[in-house]
């Protein structure tokens, strides 16, 4: 599976973006997906997950009410809505799939997207 993520950029605080991962592989449409994001000096956390069927959705107390995770298996593409963005959103946001035990650790996952940015600006 190969994970391509995009959709970042730059934003005022108060603001939205959608972000994107598009994979190749059919066995991704029964897989576990994640997000995750990193900030400059901090490590890689846990942002939300979704399982393979799209029911159940996981997220970060610090994202929850404000970013959505969805997935189109026909399109073989992952979504992050982010809306009320913040300052403390900025990070590089990756998109990861297929876990092994716990979908919030990031060594769960077995394959990983390139980061996009997402800068909030104050």
């Known amino acids: 599976v190969q994970l391509q993520a995009s959709g970042g950029g730059l934003v005022q605080a108060g603001g939205s973006l959608r972000l994107s991962c598009a994979a190749s592989g059919r066995t991704f449409r029964s897989q576990t997906v994640g997000w995750f994001r990193q900030a400059p000096g901090k490590e890689r956390e846990f942002v939300a997950a979704?399982?393979?069927?799209?029911?159940?959705?996981y997220y970060a107390d610090s994202v929850k009410g404000r970013f959505t995770i969805s997935r189109d298996n026909a399109k073989n593409t992952v979504y992050l809505q982010m809306n009320s963005l913040k300052p403390e959103d900025t990070a590089v946001y990756y998109c990861?799939?297929?876990?092994?035990?716990?979908?919030?650790?990031?060594?769960?996952?077995?394959?990983w997207g390139h980061g996009t940015q997402v800068t909030v600006s104050s």
């Open positions: 990861a799939a297929k876990i092994r035990s716990s979908r919030y650790e990031s060594w769960s996952y077995d394959y």
């Open positions: 979704l399982g393979w069927s799209g029911g159940s959705t």
